[in-house]
Every structure is written in structure tokens, then in C-alpha cells.
């Protein structure tokens, strides 16, 4: 049952305090700090050089598409199988009030590509066909515009 105990919590609904970059962001879950969430199946490229990572290119963008999308939001978390990620960011996927899957709106419009870590596989299929999609219409990151260069 300990595995499977990540997954039968209940959903719930917070209001996003800070955006970090296009596939992270932070909740008020009534503690002082907050709730850092990750969102699963996704990964986006980094606005900025970190300790691990380099800036990657439309990370900017892919950044500013997320706090524009939550800016003043609250959002609906759902969990997979593991509800952690080694940082201890709390894996999640995501949806507004209207029902927007933000997971999936990213890679849909070009800002994340797929990155499926298992056991978190629960949506890996429909990422995977819209980032084909989103290939194939050279949305977002896939623009191969100078301008975007």
C-alpha cells in the first residue's frame, strides 16, 4: 500500500505565488514557505545558467508563457505513482479553473518538450503526440525563425 499511497491522495486547489521557470513554480499551500512544484512529463529549457544546468535557448520565453499563463491563478494538482523528484519538489500535473491541462499546454504550444521519468507515466502518450504536433507546425522552440535566434 506505501507505493501506492502518492497517487489516492486527493487533489487540490492552490494559488500560485511565483513562477521559476517554465516547468516549475510555487503554491501557497498554507505553510510559510509554500509548495514548489514540478510538473511531470514535461521539461522546459532554463531561462538562466544554474549549477546543474545552462541557459537553454527559448528558456526566456518558455518561462514568461507560464507566469503569464497562472499570473493571479490558482491551479488543481494531480498526482502520479511518486510525488517527489531527488530535489524534493513535489511532482505534479496541473489545470486551471477553465480546465486547462498546463502540462500539456506547454508542450502543445512549444514552450517543454517531453520528458518522461517512470514511474510518472500516466500522460506520457498524449505528450508525446503533442510535441510531435507542435514539431511538425514549428511552434514555440521548434521555430526555426531568425528572429527567434
Known amino acids: 500500500m506505501s507505493g501506492q499511497a502518492a497517487s489516492t491522495e486527493p487533489e487540490g486547489w492552490f494559488t500560485v505565488t511565483r513562477v521559476v521557470d517554465g516547468d516549475t513554480f510555487w503554491v501557497d499551500d498554507g505553510s510559510e514557505k509554500g509548495l514548489k512544484i514540478r510538473l511531470i512529463g514535461i521539461d522546459a529549457p532554463e531561462p538562466r545558467n544554474t549549477g546543474t544546468r545552462p541557459k537553454g535557448f527559448f528558456g526566456a520565453e518558455s518561462t514568461t508563457?507560464?507566469?503569464?499563463?497562472?499570473?493571479?491563478?490558482?491551479v488543481r494538482l494531480e498526482y502520479d505513482v511518486a510525488r517527489y523528484d531527488r530535489y524534493m519538489r513535489t511532482l505534479a500535473y496541473a489545470y486551471l479553473?477553465?480546465?486547462t491541462f498546463i502540462n500539456a499546454e506547454l508542450v502543445r504550444n512549444g514552450y517543454a518538450t517531453v520528458m518522461t521519468m517512470p514511474?510518472?507515466?500516466?500522460?506520457?502518450?498524449?505528450?508525446?503526440?503533442?510535441?510531435?504536433?507542435?514539431?511538425?507546425q514549428k511552434k514555440g522552440l521548434w521555430n526555426e525563425?531568425?528572429?527567434l535566434k
Open 65 to 74: 508563457y507560464l507566469q503569464e499563463l497562472l499570473k493571479g491563478k490558482r
Open 97 to 99: 479553473d477553465d480546465g
Open 119 to 136: 514511474p510518472n507515466v500516466k500522460y506520457a502518450k498524449t505528450f508525446t503526440e503533442l510535441a510531435a504536433n507542435a514539431r511538425k
Open 145 to 147: 525563425s531568425p528572429s
